[in-house]
C-alpha cells in the first residue's frame, strides 16, 4: 500500500513562504494526477493544486499566482512552494492523487500568523 508523508509546515507570518514535501512511498507521482489538498477547522478538505503526469497544472483561485507545484519523479516527492502566505492559508496540508484514491497521510500544518 502506497504511503503518503507530507512535510515542511509551521508558522509562518503574513507575506512569508515555506515548500511543503509529500514524499510517495510507492511509484505513482509520475503516473498519477497529483494533488494538494487543504483543511481549515471547520472547513471540508479542499483542492488547492493539481499536476498530471504530462504536466499540466492547475490552482484554486485562491491561491493562484501564489503557490507552486511541482514534481520530482525520481525521488516520488511533489512540492508545494508557498508564497504571500495570508492569514487564510493556515490549514493543514494533505498530498493525494486527484481525485483522492490513496488513504490519507497525516499532512503537516501550515500556521500563518503574526
Known amino acids: 500500500q502506497v504511503r503518503l508523508v507530507e512535510s515542511g509546515g509551521g508558522l509562518v507570518q503574513p507575506g512569508g513562504s515555506t515548500t511543503l514535501s509529500c514524499a510517495a512511498s510507492?511509484?505513482?507521482?509520475?503516473?498519477?494526477?497529483m494533488g494538494w489538498y487543504r483543511q481549515a477547522l471547520g472547513k471540508q478538505r479542499e483542492v488547492v493544486a493539481r499536476i498530471t503526469p504530462g504536466g499540466t497544472i492547475l490552482y484554486a483561485d485562491s491561491v493562484k499566482g501564489r503557490f507552486t507545484i511541482s514534481r520530482d519523479n525520481s525521488k516520488n516527492t511533489v512540492y508545494l512552494q508557498m508564497n504571500s502566505l495570508k492569514l487564510e492559508d493556515t490549514a493543514i496540508y494533505y498530498c493525494?492523487?486527484?481525485?483522492?484514491?490513496?488513504?490519507w497521510g497525516q499532512g503537516t500544518q501550515v500556521t500563518v500568523s503574526t
Open positions: 493525494n492523487t486527484a481525485p483522492p484514491i490513496l488513504t
Open positions: 510507492g511509484n505513482i507521482v509520475s503516473a498519477y494526477t
